[in-house]
């Protein structure tokens, strides 16, 4: 776990334009924020693209980036990952569900893996976005709640209200499965 | 806050979420060049607008919501989608990685020749609009042309790979199945060597028409593989059932010479 101190030295060396230190950043928080999205889209190219482009934005609009003390950086990232994601659905037109297959392709690494979770990603995809959200950067991602709500643009009572449904709703899938 | 705090099911299902986690396998330095790449053409700005938080505001988080089951809870790809369609590129994608994974090579040989299938079919869809397209168009059309050459040729050569092992291990009925997915290439081969032959009239530049031309030779080589291991497997087998039969027949005659032996006594 990089200090925030560490990661705060590397931003202001970034926003003077320093490429290294930006690509420094982005060893250290590239496989988190792949982490979510490839959760959420498990397609592993468009995941990829989403991270790069996720980056770029950030690298773009790190003048505009304050240090807050409710908010860290990473918070901050996930923000723009979370909203690019959101843009990415919303331009996309076609669909068709994926199949195991592309699941599968995930976890070729780790076959047993897959087998011992695949009944909740399934269940997973069955809740609404919001939901797969929380639950993601809450549980898998283990954010605070006064972070995730930051990053979902939501209050902190209405985190632990969507948690607590989603939760609820996640189990009654699973139970019922 | 009581009312939210977790019970003994919550804490079950949060356990299982987290037990869940992975880390996911991407191509991290690969991401990272293009993106140090991007930075360092400047690409034009792209806009970054957060929605600021504001504690009462109702009616933003109603947009939210409302945008956010607007939008599909479905995510996804259109496996339907052909060359030229926005979406062809994730389809290729799909298939590359589903041909990459580790499986038994006939298995993979089949899969391939799917796919092979799959992007012959698309060619033909191509060709039905092709009508109603100006040149222009038509040379979008000779991408497809290369990726069903393309899918085709792999398909063939993996097909052959898979059947040659099967043969030396002896396992002749597998290799045989493997036979008929051929077949059934070189008849999908045929009719689109016609469609590429129709969209190389469409074409005005001659460089495009040369580099068509050049593919649909490819299928015609293709074909001509299929044609030829065929024949040969054909062949061996027809072969093999002399040898057995002669074996068979040499059998008989020397179990009839035993028996008139036997009777002569």
């Given at each position: 776990m990089v200090e925030e101190d560490t990661i705060q030295s590397l931003v202001e060396r970034a926003k003077a334009g320093e490429t290294a230190a930006f690509g420094e950043i982005y060893d250290i928080y590239s496989s988190s924020v792949y982490g979510f999205l490839f959760a959420r889209l498990r397609q592993k190219e468009t995941a990829e693209d989403i991270l790069q482009t996720t980056f770029y934005k950030a690298w773009k609009n790190l003048a505009g980036y304050r240090p807050n003390s409710n908010a860290k950086f990473s918070t901050w990232l996930f923000q723009i990952a979370n909203y690019t994601l959101i843009d990415h659905w919303r331009t996309r037109k076609e669909t068709a569900e994926l199949s195991k297959i592309d699941n599968l392709v995930a976890f070729a690494e780790n076959p047993e893996l897959y087998e011992e979770y695949e009944y909740l990603w399934e269940a997973m995809k069955k809740l609404q976005p919001d939901h797969q959200t929380v639950l993601e950067l809450r549980f898998?991602?283990?954010?605070?709640v006064a972070e995730t709500a930051h990053i979902m643009n939501k209050t902190e009572i209405g985190i632990r209200v969507m948690q607590h449904r989603a939760l609820k709703e996640l189990r009654e899938i699973l139970e019922n499965n | 806050m009581k009312l939210f705090d977790f019970n003994k099911k919550d804490e079950q299902t949060i356990k299982l979420l987290k037990d869940s986690r992975l880390n996911f396998s991407f191509d991290k330095e690969a991401t990272k060049g293009r993106l140090l790449n991007q930075i360092a053409h400047g690409e034009p700005e792209q806009s970054l607008v957060l929605p600021r938080r504001r504690v009462l505001s109702y009616s933003l988080s109603f947009a939210m919501i409302a945008v956010l089951i607007a939008a599909s809870s479905t995510i996804a790809y259109a496996n339907s989608s052909g060359p030229g369609d926005k979406l062809f590129f994730l389809d290729k994608l799909s298939e590359k990685a589903v041909i990459a994974l580790p499986m038994p090579a006939p298995a993979k040989a089949k899969i391939e020749a799917g796919v092979a299938e799959e992007r012959l079919n698309e060619l033909d869809a191509i060709a039905e609009k092709i009508e109603k397209q100006d040149a222009k168009q038509a040379l979008v059309k000779t991408k497809a042309i290369e990726e069903s050459q393309a899918a085709l040729t792999q398909a063939i050569d993996n097909i052959s790979e898979a059947q040659d092992k099967l043969d030396s291990k002896g396992n002749t009925e597998a290799s045989k199945k493997l036979n008929s997915v051929l077949v059934k290439l070189e008849s999908l081969a045929d009719k689109n060597k016609e469609t590429a032959e129709k969209i190389k009239t469409r074409l005005t530049n001659e460089d495009e028409k040369g580099k068509l031309e050049s593919r649909i030779e490819k299928i015609r080589t293709a074909k001509k593989k299929i044609i030829d291991r065929t024949e040969r497997k054909r062949i061996k087998n027809l072969q093999i059932e002399i040898d057995k039969k002669q074996t068979d027949d040499a059998a008989t005659e020397d179990e009839a010479q035993s028996e008139i032996i036997r009777l002569r006594k």
């Open positions: 898998r991602q283990d954010l605070g | -």
